[in-house]
């Protein structure tokens, strides 16, 4: 009898798992890859979201991420225009 609702609530837990990573999959519709030159140093990203700013949003913190250090300079980073931009569905 414990097994069984062991087993049952194990099932539901990979059930709600299963959703979630659907569900988000789902909505994210558009990705974009991004590439920044900040201070001599270039950085790519890519990144998926339900709208194209929101894609570039992340892609650009993403390439920021491995080219700059710290609070200042990933805002700086973030503000910098990329150099290679693709965006689509």
Known sequence: MVR???VLA???VIAFIAYLIYSSVAQAQVSCEVCINFRGRTGCGSALAVDAKEA??????VACASISS???DSIACGNTPPI???CGK
């Open 4 to 6: 069984n609702k062991v």
């Open 56 to 61: 570039q949003r992340t892609a650009t913190d």
């Open 70 to 72: 710290g609070v200042t």
């Open 84 to 86: 290679k931009l693709m």
């Open 10 to 12: 194990a099932l539901a």
